[in-house]
RNA sequence: GGGCGCAUAGCUCAGCGGGAGAGCGCCCGCUUCACACGCGGGAGGUCCCUGGUUCGAUCCCAGGUGCGCCCACCA
């Protein structure tokens, strides 16, 4: 073993061994109690970034915990088909041989999907491997696979033969690059300037005119009223008049409605509901006609009369030079406002009138509602639990079709005489009419709408399986706070509707990982840290430390010095371990605590055991780090192996057999964290049949629990020695512990003993006040209140010492 | 416009009613036979501001300021 650590290889070693060994893999075992995590399916053409690599450290954390307490683990592997993201990067593919999806046509184009993803695809799971997760990689599922199709066609028609599914024009996003649908959670907001345009809609009476203001005058020719607020003064007049509308020239009415703003512009709004959601909103309420003018691809149609073809751009100029011949462009200035971009191609969306499948979600939503307010299913931090709870509670119907080629295209079919025919496999005529003529629904679902069914279509739902009985319902979900309700919600309603039963109990929100200089981490910003770089110079569990360690809030900035702190630990580990095998000849581990820091180091291994069961159950993983790291540090290296130390040397067999039965502990409790240095050192243990990974967690041990006060007077002795040079009176035991960590000559000389008789001083007179008060007796709990006598005590024991 | 979170040492963050902490960085001293990626010592802080509750507030409450994130239909 060499006095420094080096991850590289090692890592690789065991991450081989264990996967070949089979000691990742889950099989039904009906004697067994399960544990399951259904892991966050990546997109199948992603790369690891630190948001996985985070949420992997903490899966896999308590997946290792749990393998270790007996559990039958199923840590569940996969890919997300992703279909608008991987249809995207195909398409980006293709532009290069310059070519469009529409060019090759829709079979051909899927078929390219899948040799694109043959080539480039499933990359990430290698990377999975790197970092230790302990998935049952002989399991991975894709949620293309032909079992995985069967159980989302399931899924559809069992909401479609409930009657939750359903078919009707809506506005929505529109992606004119991708040419499909999106729902608002695909979409991304950003700032940008535009021209915002005052123009004059002359009232058809002749009376005067409206001044409206718009940043899209192309949008104009579909406008089929004004809108003013019924309160605003300036306006009463005109409501129930009518305007004519520039360019169209059509007249429209003036209506009056509460959503418009008195404030923004000039008071007065132009009603487009074919191309703007609120429009849609009030054109609806007052029965207004739907006009469109702008087609899927984002330029005019034929609508538009003689601006047919034309860009939105260029009838924007063809308007504005016609206002401005008729002297009714009053002014343009700049507006910084937020617009709607395509989260995938930043393109701009169009909101467009379309006919589109929805999934309504009052029925479907209500027993994942009353799960949630019962706490059956649990989300942590308690704040994102009200989060989801309300987002269930207010969720609109779900738009479940996009207009893209690769995904699951919709079980329906229609015959010429338009039934619709709705069934899991291609069907042979019309459910209607008996008609052969059948064609298939070309809309796909939403990525969301198959992912809803990770837990239990991977189990090989819709079958009842083996793998099913054994491993649904699962334990735990972990993803980051914008997936909640993309996925979890989902999940959680599919599984109550679909199993009758939830998928898991706890979902933890784990934190955003942002870039050091606290902005987000984003691969086009160069902001971007890739994890693998840091397995690659630190090591995974270095890694996995880290990262740990940033979990607790909910945002944190990467720190490098996290990462850096893990390396030192599983270096220290090491060199600790080097000291102890090196010296404990023949022995065996067995607890033999003679001496008090025997007892000692036992009796915080076993405390520590019980708080990071408490850490683990509750989530708490930075908080358990830094145990593990207190533990290692403090505990087993500056107190425990320096004061055994001399007795190793001297060939003590009782410190010897006590210090591998330690040791064999301390790696046990730090396996879940930093996995690979353990397994390492364990192996070098004398006559080790397991391996760590599957070796029994510490069971309470009453043994182990004898904590001894002396240690701790010891380390106070040492204290007081180091402030002051003064000795303090120590028993035959704790002085030969004493003698082995306190090294006196190198510190005699650093005291000052008069500054800490002042201190002392103080202490006590602070601590007299308090006891002295009566209000502070009588109120502040027992317990505060002892703990102030003891530390009077000690002050007072203390001061006797060092005044002699 | 709503919702959530954060503000503590130069940096990243713990602590959260009675002594202000860790890691990194910095300064000083140590090639001590596990580890110089180490060991020992040290400097460094109006715990964002203002009020309130309390015998006592970094911690609880209210307001303010600054920052971050999420959501939302501002033409």
């Given at each position: 073993m060499e006095p420094l650590y080096k991850p590289q290889g090692i890592e690789e070693l065991w991450q081989q061994t264990w996967e070949e060994e089979g000691l990742y893999a889950a099989d039904p075992d009906p004697s067994r109690e399960s544990f399951v995590i259904a892991h966050p399916p990546p997109n199948v053409t992603g790369d690891l970034h630190m948001g996985h690599a985070l949420q992997l450290s903490l899966a896999d954390a308590l997946v290792r915990w749990q393998r270790m307490k007996g559990r039958n683990v199923l840590f569940q592997p996969g890919f997300d088909h992703a279909g608008i993201a991987t249809q995207n990067a195909v398409e980006q593919h293709l532009a290069l041989e310059g070519?469009?999806?529409?060019?090759?046509?829709?079979?051909?184009?899927?078929?390219?999907?899948?040799?694109?993803?043959?080539?480039?695809?499933?990359?990430?799971?290698?990377?999975?491997?790197?970092?230790?997760?302990?998935?049952?990689?002989?399991?991975?599922?894709?949620?293309?696979?032909?079992?995985?199709?069967?159980?989302?066609?399931?899924?559809?028609?069992?909401?479609?033969?409930?009657?939750?599914?359903?078919?009707?024009?809506?506005?929505?996003?529109?992606?004119?690059?991708?040419?499909?649908?999106?729902?608002?959670?695909?979409?991304?907001?950003?700032?940008?300037?535009?021209?915002?345009?005052?123009?004059?809609?002359?009232?058809?009476?002749?009376?005067?005119?409206?001044?409206?203001?718009?940043?899209?005058?192309?949008?104009?020719?579909?406008?089929?009223?004004?809108?003013?607020?019924?309160?605003?003064?300036?306006?009463?007049?005109?409501?129930?008049?009518?305007?004519?509308v520039p360019f169209a020239e059509r007249r429209v009415p003036i209506v009056a409605d509460a959503r418009v703003e008195m404030g923004f512009g000039t008071g007065a709004l132009k009603v487009t509901p074919g191309h703007d959601p609120m429009d849609y909103?009030?054109?609806?309420?007052?029965?207004?006609?739907?006009?469109?003018?702008?087609?899927?691809?984002?330029?005019?149609?034929?609508?538009?009369?003689?601006?047919?073809?034309?860009?939105?751009?260029?009838?924007?100029?063809?308007?504005?030079?016609?206002?401005?011949?008729?002297?009714?462009?009053?002014?343009?200035?700049?507006?910084?406002?937020?617009?709607?971009?395509?989260?995938?191609?930043?393109?701009?969306?169009?909101?467009?009138?379309?006919?589109?499948?929805w999934c309504r979600m009052d029925e479907l939503a209500r027993p994942a509602i009353e799960a949630l307010r019962e706490g059956r299913v649990r989300f942590h931090p308690e704040s994102q639990h009200r989060f989801a709870l309300r987002s269930l509670e207010e969720a609109p119907d779900w738009n479940i079709s996009r207009q893209i080629w690769w995904g699951h295209q919709l079980p329906v079919w229609t015959c010429p005489d338009g039934h619709i025919t709705v069934e899991e496999t291609d069907p042979d005529a019309c459910a209607e009419c008996g008609s052969t003529e059948l064609a298939r629904e070309q809309d796909v679902l939403d990525t969301w709408f198959s992912a809803a069914l990770w837990p239990f279509a991977t189990l090989g739902w819709p079958e009842d399986t083996p793998d099913l009985r054994a491993f649904y319902p699962g334990d735990m979900n972990t993803t980051a706070r914008d997936i909640i309700r993309l996925w979890e919600n989902r999940m959680i309603f599919a599984g109550l509707e679909l199993m009758g039963d939830l998928p898991f109990r706890d979902v933890v929100i784990h934190s955003t990982v942002n870039a050091a200089d606290g902005g987000r981490m984003s691969k086009s910003l160069g902001t971007g840290l890739d994890p693998m770089e840091t397995i690659l110079h630190q090591g995974a569990d270095a890694t996995r430390y880290g990262l740990l360690k940033m979990s607790s809030a909910q945002d944190v900035r990467f720190s490098y010095g996290a990462i850096e702190e893990g390396r030192k630990l599983t270096n220290k580990l090491w060199n600790v371990s080097r000291l102890i095998l090196a010296n404990v000849g023949g022995a065996r581990p067995e607890a033999r605590p003679r001496a008090l820091e025997e007892r000692w180091i036992l009796a915080r291994l076993e405390a520590t055991r019980e708080e990071l069961e408490r850490d683990l159950a509750s989530f708490d993983f930075a908080r358990c780090v830094d145990r593990l790291y207190h533990l290692t540090f403090d505990d087993f290296c500056d107190w425990y192996a320096e004061a055994i130390k001399p007795r190793l040397y001297d060939g003590d067999e009782d410190a010897r057999a006590t210090a591998l039965a330690a040791l064999e502990r301390l790696l046990k409790l730090l396996h879940p964290v930093t996995p690979h240095v353990t397994e390492e050192i364990w192996t070098n243990l004398p006559a080790r049949s397991t391996r760590l990974i599957v070796a029994p967690w510490p069971e309470p041990d009453a043994a182990y629990a004898d904590a001894p006060a002396g240690l701790d007077r010891v380390q106070e002795a040492a204290e007081i020695f180091r402030r002051s040079g003064v000795r303090v009176p120590l028993e035959d035991e704790e002085r030969r512990i004493f003698e082995a960590v306190a090294k006196p000559e190198r510190v005699a000389s650093n005291g000052d003993a008069d500054a800490e008789i002042e201190r002392l001083r103080g202490e006590i007179v602070r601590a007299q006040q308090m006891l002295a008060n009566e209000r502070f007796v009588q109120n502040a709990p027992a317990k505060v209140v002892e703990a102030e006598r003891d530390k009077l005590a000690r002050y007072r024991r203390e001061l006797d010492a060092l005044s002699g």
């Amino acid at each position: 073993m060499e006095p420094l650590y080096k991850p590289q290889g090692i890592e690789e070693l065991w991450q081989q061994t264990w996967e070949e060994e089979g000691l990742y893999a889950a099989d039904p075992d009906p004697s067994r109690e399960s544990f399951v995590i259904a892991h966050p399916p990546p997109n199948v053409t992603g790369d690891l970034h630190m948001g996985h690599a985070l949420q992997l450290s903490l899966a896999d954390a308590l997946v290792r915990w749990q393998r270790m307490k007996g559990r039958n683990v199923l840590f569940q592997p996969g890919f997300d088909h992703a279909g608008i993201a991987t249809q995207n990067a195909v398409e980006q593919h293709l532009a290069l041989e310059g070519k469009t999806r529409q060019d090759l046509g829709r079979e051909a184009f899927v078929e390219r999907v899948w040799e694109w993803l043959h080539e480039y695809g499933g990359k990430i799971m290698l990377q999975f491997r790197r970092i230790g997760a302990s998935l049952d990689y002989r399991r991975e599922r894709f949620t293309m696979d032909d079992a995985y199709v069967r159980a989302v066609m399931r899924f559809f028609v069992h909401l479609y033969r409930k009657g939750w599914i359903y078919r009707a024009n809506r506005i929505i996003n529109w992606c004119p690059f991708h040419q499909t649908s999106l729902s608002d959670l695909e979409v991304v907001h950003e700032q940008r300037d535009d021209a915002l345009t005052y123009a004059r809609y002359p009232l058809a009476d002749g009376s005067g005119h409206v001044t409206i203001a718009t940043v899209r005058p192309a949008t104009m020719l579909a406008d089929v009223a004004v809108a003013v607020h019924p309160e605003d003064e300036r306006y009463r007049e005109l409501i129930g008049k009518e305007a004519i509308v520039p360019f169209a020239e059509r007249r429209v009415p003036i209506v009056a409605d509460a959503r418009v703003e008195m404030g923004f512009g000039t008071g007065a709004l132009k009603v487009t509901p074919g191309h703007d959601p609120m429009d849609y909103e009030i054109g609806r309420d007052h029965d207004l006609p739907e006009l469109t003018v702008i087609g899927p691809d984002g330029r005019m149609n034929d609508e538009a009369g003689e601006l047919v073809g034309l860009t939105q751009a260029e009838a924007d100029e063809r308007v504005l030079a016609w206002l401005k011949e008729r002297g009714q462009l009053e002014k343009r200035e700049t507006h910084r406002h937020s617009v709607a971009l395509c989260a995938r191609c930043e393109r701009r969306i169009e909101p467009l009138i379309s006919l589109q499948w929805w999934c309504r979600m009052d029925e479907l939503a209500r027993p994942a509602i009353e799960a949630l307010r019962e706490g059956r299913v649990r989300f942590h931090p308690e704040s994102q639990h009200r989060f989801a709870l309300r987002s269930l509670e207010e969720a609109p119907d779900w738009n479940i079709s996009r207009q893209i080629w690769w995904g699951h295209q919709l079980p329906v079919w229609t015959c010429p005489d338009g039934h619709i025919t709705v069934e899991e496999t291609d069907p042979d005529a019309c459910a209607e009419c008996g008609s052969t003529e059948l064609a298939r629904e070309q809309d796909v679902l939403d990525t969301w709408f198959s992912a809803a069914l990770w837990p239990f279509a991977t189990l090989g739902w819709p079958e009842d399986t083996p793998d099913l009985r054994a491993f649904y319902p699962g334990d735990m979900n972990t993803t980051a706070r914008d997936i909640i309700r993309l996925w979890e919600n989902r999940m959680i309603f599919a599984g109550l509707e679909l199993m009758g039963d939830l998928p898991f109990r706890d979902v933890v929100i784990h934190s955003t990982v942002n870039a050091a200089d606290g902005g987000r981490m984003s691969k086009s910003l160069g902001t971007g840290l890739d994890p693998m770089e840091t397995i690659l110079h630190q090591g995974a569990d270095a890694t996995r430390y880290g990262l740990l360690k940033m979990s607790s809030a909910q945002d944190v900035r990467f720190s490098y010095g996290a990462i850096e702190e893990g390396r030192k630990l599983t270096n220290k580990l090491w060199n600790v371990s080097r000291l102890i095998l090196a010296n404990v000849g023949g022995a065996r581990p067995e607890a033999r605590p003679r001496a008090l820091e025997e007892r000692w180091i036992l009796a915080r291994l076993e405390a520590t055991r019980e708080e990071l069961e408490r850490d683990l159950a509750s989530f708490d993983f930075a908080r358990c780090v830094d145990r593990l790291y207190h533990l290692t540090f403090d505990d087993f290296c500056d107190w425990y192996a320096e004061a055994i130390k001399p007795r190793l040397y001297d060939g003590d067999e009782d410190a010897r057999a006590t210090a591998l039965a330690a040791l064999e502990r301390l790696l046990k409790l730090l396996h879940p964290v930093t996995p690979h240095v353990t397994e390492e050192i364990w192996t070098n243990l004398p006559a080790r049949s397991t391996r760590l990974i599957v070796a029994p967690w510490p069971e309470p041990d009453a043994a182990y629990a004898d904590a001894p006060a002396g240690l701790d007077r010891v380390q106070e002795a040492a204290e007081i020695f180091r402030r002051s040079g003064v000795r303090v009176p120590l028993e035959d035991e704790e002085r030969r512990i004493f003698e082995a960590v306190a090294k006196p000559e190198r510190v005699a000389s650093n005291g000052d003993a008069d500054a800490e008789i002042e201190r002392l001083r103080g202490e006590i007179v602070r601590a007299q006040q308090m006891l002295a008060n009566e209000r502070f007796v009588q109120n502040a709990p027992a317990k505060v209140v002892e703990a102030e006598r003891d530390k009077l005590a000690r002050y007072r024991r203390e001061l006797d010492a060092l005044s002699g």
